[in-house]
């Protein structure tokens, strides 16, 4: 079982940089794949970011190449979503999850999801 608690949310203006951050609990996830995904009420669940266990991979939705950057630590068994020039459309409830099989940009091959963290930009 992974435990997953995203942090790091919050309400920030267009152009500007937020850094959200996953921990894991009862389970290392140095083998596991990670993912970022994101939603807003009445839309499904969007890919955002993925890395490899050893972070050597990522994979990234076209509407955030270039501005975000998936990253993790093993030793701190945390994974990291560095958020650059925000935009409006950003805005949604972020979720980190993490699966046993390959690099993946679909929800339902994830095993672990955490709980979310709100990110709000202002235009």
């Known amino acids: 079982q992974v435990q997953l608690v995203e942090s790091g949310g919050g309400l920030v203006q267009a152009g500007e940089s937020l850094r959200l951050s996953c921990a894991a609990s009862?389970?290392?996830?140095?083998?596991?794949?990670m993912g970022w995904f994101r939603h807003n009420p009445g839309k499904e669940r969007e890919f955002v970011a993925a890395?490899?266990?050893?972070?050597?991979?990522?994979l990234y939705a076209d509407s955030v190449r270039g501005r975000f950057t998936v990253s993790r630590d093993n030793a701190k068994n945390t994974v990291y979503l560095q958020m650059n020039s925000l935009k409006p459309e950003d805005t949604a409830v972020y979720y980190c999850?993490?699966?046993?099989?390959?690099?993946?940009?679909?929800?339902?091959?994830?095993?672990?999801w955490g709980q979310g963290t709100q990110v709000t930009v202002s235009s």
């Open positions: 999850a993490a699966r046993d099989g390959s690099l993946s940009r679909v929800p339902e091959n994830y095993n672990y």
């Open positions: 009862e389970r290392t996830v140095s083998s596991l794949r």
């Open positions: 890395i490899s266990s050893r972070g050597e991979f990522s």
